[in-house]
């Protein structure tokens, strides 16, 4: 069972997709990501790029998040989505159905840009730092965006070094928050 657990729909219970495909934010890690963002996350434009369940780009929009969108490769995680917005009587949040890659030439192409990107990929597939060149190589981050990685183990790689990086750790799970270098260089003026 996962629940969203701050903002408007704080305590509503969320499906999930089966656990051979997906692996749900525990709602522990999920409480202390987003106290860890505080308002950050308010009027943004917010993207999961393995969405899973929503359940993390549920509570942003749930926290007060702009425009949120999902997109999944998988169609039993998509209608597990659209279940869950169903029932939340939620319209607005958009549902994209797309390999990554597809999905970021589809938010470049409709020049979508996004203020903070979840990524947290299926355990089958082992994460690429790469996608967060192509995140930019795409052009569709905002000057001031915000990188979240979720992942079980910790990242020991030196790509991360123009990016202001906080770790966290809850359990197994480690998440890291990388804010870009535009927001760093602002912070200092």
Same mark, same amino acid.
């Given at each position: 069972m996962?629940?969203?657990v701050?903002?408007?729909y704080r305590h509503r219970v969320l499906d999930q997709p089966s656990l051979e495909i997906t692996r749900c934010s525990k709602d522990s890690v999920k409480e202390g990501l987003f106290s860890s963002l505080g308002n950050d996350v308010e009027n943004k434009v917010f993207l999961d790029l393995f969405a899973g @369940?929503?359940?993390v780009g549920i509570e942003s929009y749930s926290r007060k998040a702009k425009k949120v969108y999902l997109n999944d490769k998988n169609k039993e995680p998509i209608n597990v989505i659209k279940n869950n917005l169903k029932k939340l009587d939620i319209n607005d949040i958009i549902v994209i159905n797309f390999?990554?890659?597809?999905?970021?030439?589809y938010f470049?192409?409709?020049n979508i840009k996004f203020d903070i990107?979840?990524?947290?990929?299926?355990?089958?597939?082992e994460f690429d730092f790469n996608v967060? @060149?192509?995140l930019k190589s795409f052009n569709i981050l905002s000057d001031n965006h915000i990188i979240i990685i979720e992942r079980d183990s910790k990242i020991n790689d030196t790509n991360l070094l123009n990016y202001k990086v906080k770790e966290l750790k809850y359990g197994k799970t480690y998440i890291y928050i990388l804010r870009s270098e535009y927001e760093n260089s602002n912070l200092s003026r």
């Open positions: 996962i629940r969203i701050g903002g408007k @369940s929503g359940s390999d990554y890659l597809k999905a970021l030439e470049k192409q409709n990107v979840f990524l947290d990929p299926p355990y089958k597939m967060i @060149s192509l």
